[in-house]
């Protein structure tokens, strides 16, 4: 039983340092570098390697360079961990450059397998050769003196030990020099040299000798037939730009800019399209945020040649993450080192202390469903006590109103009675009220009119007219209380003008903000679902260029765009970020169609100067933008030129 164990053991233990090993791969590049491939030289400087390290090279990885011509040189070996050491690789291509007179293909094999030797014999290697296929051997090299059966039967061995490794093998094939005349390993003519002699070519020999021509030999149709791979060949300097893409033809997927607000579990919903002509099967086995595998199962996507999918992988944020605005930079992990482009990506999320999907995963949705039934039954009992109530204050008041309307009626007889003999005013009670009491003032308009109105009645019936004029024993006269009610009538209506003029004055400030809110309501901005149209293939470096801001921030402004792509621009989670004073993300958007970016604004309440929401060919142009508290803020956009591939043109202009 123990001896079980320990073989259990030590199996377990295997199977993690493979795992461990197994961590990145070897990317090998195999470079001619002899001077047949200068008219090539610039296209392979500037997108094919660039596409490799694109398209391959990963966090992990470790890119080897491995050049050739009359003799073999190791340019290069860089450990990938950031995005820092991409830029080294590719600024190291730009201090290359095709001097040598000879090109010894089979010592630049030989070089790389001794080489390959040395590295860790437990990751992935992919090899990747750059070459034209001629072989011409300097003198001093071994190979010089082989014959074409020989050179054939070394391609096959290095094919065959090559095979064997399990190596991932893509050859990019560029065109023959035009001054050459170039045969296969059996003698047959493949390429014959364009002087204008009109030589024969089936005789075999160079027509082209006399001209100062030359007979090159070549091995790359030997190379990629023994190992069974078919090669990427650019025909000429107008082919298509996406030529290596026919061998590099590895799932490319789409990151989505923006979750939204989004719970501790999550969905990320990956676009995969499969551009190969073979079914590819991915397992999505991490998805790795700063070294933390947030996955919380894997996830699986099988795809048909051609064909699109989504992946939807489930996410688990841990619990120190703060709520709020997170930007996610995020890098994917399948099975069997599965690689596709692009590995990795930023995604921006808002995240909130609550969502459905947690509650339901941590348990949490019962214990808020009996505080929402215990909240409904309070408000429920709330509702009934204030109906109760109202119904209840509402008798009262009735049965309070009927008792003081009688009060009211015995009161003001009583007054009118005490006016008409004279008397002192009292109440129904009988209680006298005092000459300077408010209770007298607010009573005593209404005894006096109820009064006039008596007297008038009685004045009607033969009362003498001289009464008109009596005076009571307080010296109140008639006439001036007709007076006094003249007057408290103006003084109602000059109330009621006031309060009219007011609602005019109220209503004329609320119809300006209506009139304003709809000024800003109908300028709407464009859509972030309308479709680009591509006008041609084509990749641009774009760069965004903000006045007064930090310059100290790298490459962050600083994106390549291939057609029919779109990059926000504003604050927060936008590609093209605006820092110096605080603007919501994505408020406008830069469209490539392939020839020209357009400017696409999505938010025109920040840019106030522009009369349009998509502004054409924005390159080289200013543009101003004003924050919610009135700051404005310039920026350019431009296309980014980096200093060593000016500096690499400048020298190139020297020599030539």
């Known amino acids: 039983m123990g001896t079980v164990k320990r073989l259990l053991a030590l199996a377990l233990l295997v199977l993690v340092m493979t795992g461990a090993y197994s961590e990145g791969a070897d990317i090998i590049v195999l470079m001619d570098a002899s001077g047949t491939i200068l008219p090539w030289f610039e296209q392979v400087n500037t997108r094919i390697l660039p596409d490799i390290t694109r398209k391959f090279v990963r966090e992990g990885d470790t890119f080897h360079l491995v050049s050739f011509n009359s003799r073999v040189n190791l340019e290069i070996v860089q450990p990938i961990k950031t995005e820092a050491d991409i830029s080294r690789v590719v600024s190291r291509f730009m201090l ?22 040395t590295l860790n014999q437990q990751k992935q290697k992919i ?42 093998v893509y050859y990019i094939k560029l065109p023959f020099p035009e001054s050459a005349t170039i045969r296969a390993l059996d003698g047959s003519l493949l390429s014959d040299a364009k002087d204008g002699s009109g030589a024969d070519a089936s005789s075999g020999t160079s027509a082209s000798g006399e001209a ?66 073979a079914n590819v099967f991915l397992e999505l086995t991490g998805v790795m945020w700063d070294n933390v595998n947030i996955l919380e199962k894997n996830a699986f996507l099988r795809l048909s040649a051609g064909s699109s999918g989504t992946l939807n992988a489930p996410l688990v944020l841990p619990d120190s993450v703060p709520v709020g605005e ?90 009118r009675r005490a006016a ?30 109820a009064y006039a109105r008596t007297s008038s009645q009685k004045s009607s019936v033969g009362k003498p007219a001289s009464n008109s004029g009596w005076s009571s024993d307080k010296g109140i006269s008639w006439t001036n209380s007709k007076d006094r009610a003249n007057e408290a009538d103006n003084a109602a209506k000059d109330v009621l003008a006031r309060q009219d003029e007011t609602r005019r004055e109220r209503y004329s400030v609320l119809s300006v903000a209506a009139n304003k809110a709809h000024a800003r309501i109908r300028r709407q901005g464009a859509s972030r679902s309308e479709s680009i149209a591509v006008r041609a293939e084509g990749r641009a470096m774009i760069e965004l260029d903000v006045h007064n801001q930090n310059k100290a921030i790298g ?47 999505l ?54």
């Not at 001097?99 to 001794?114: A, R």
């Not at 008409?420 to 209770?439: D, F, M, Q, V």
């Open 96 to 117: 290359l450059f095709p001097l040598g007179q000879n090109s010894d293909f089979l010592s630049g094999l030989k070089y790389t397998w001794q080489y390959s030797a």
């Open 127 to 168: 090899f990747i050769v750059v070459s034209d296929g001629i072989f011409n051997p300097p003198a001093s090299s071994p190979y010089a003196a082989y014959k074409s059966e020989e050179v054939k039967a070394e391609l096959s061995d290095f094919a065959r030990r090559i095979r064997g490794a399990g190596w991932h």
């Open 212 to 277: 100062g021509g030359k007979d090159y030999l070549d091995v790359s149709s030997e190379f990629t037939d023994a190992l069974q791979i078919s090669p990427s060949e650019m025909r000429g300097p107008n082919d298509s730009v996406d030529f290596v893409d026919s061998v590099f033809a590895i799932p490319e997927v789409s990151f989505p800019e923006h979750l939204g607000k989004k719970g501790r579990y999550l969905t990320l919903p990956l676009k995969i399209r499969n551009p190969s002509d």
């Open 326 to 415: 997170l930007s996610m930079p995020l890098r994917l992990r399948f099975d069997n080192e599965a690689r596709v482009h692009p590995q990795s990506a930023t995604v921006g999320l808002t995240l909130t202390s609550f969502s459905l999907t947690s509650l339901l995963r941590t348990g949490g949705f019962l214990v808020y469903a009996a505080i929402l039934v215990l909240l409904a039954a309070v408000a429920v009992l709330v509702v009934f006590l204030f109906i109760a109530r109202k119904t209840s204050a509402q008798a009262a008041e009735t049965v309070r109103a009927s008792g003081s309307f009688g009060a009211r009626e015995r009161d003001e007889a009583e007054q």
């Open 420 to 449: 008409e003999n004279g008397l002192p005013l009292k109440t129904a009670s009988g209680r006298a009220i005092p000459s300077n009491s408010p209770y007298r003032e607010e009573r005593g308009d209404a005894a006096l009119e």
């Open 555 to 601: 490459k962050r402004n600083v994106h390549m765009m291939k057609a029919g792509s779109r990059l926000g621009v504003g604050g927060g989670a936008s590609a093209f970020l605006v820092f110096l004073v605080k603007f919501p993300s994505h408020i406008a958007e830069i469209r490539y169609d392939g020839v020209s970016c357009d400017l696409a604004i």
């Open 603 to 656: 938010k025109p309440e920040y840019f106030p100067y522009e009369t349009e929401v998509v502004i054409r060919d924005c390159i080289g142009r200013d543009f101003t933008i004003v924050s919610d508290k009135e700051y404005e803020v310039r920026f350019t956009l431009r296309e980014y030129e980096d200093p060593v591939a000016r500096l690499n043109k400048f020298l190139t202009s020297i020599l030539y």
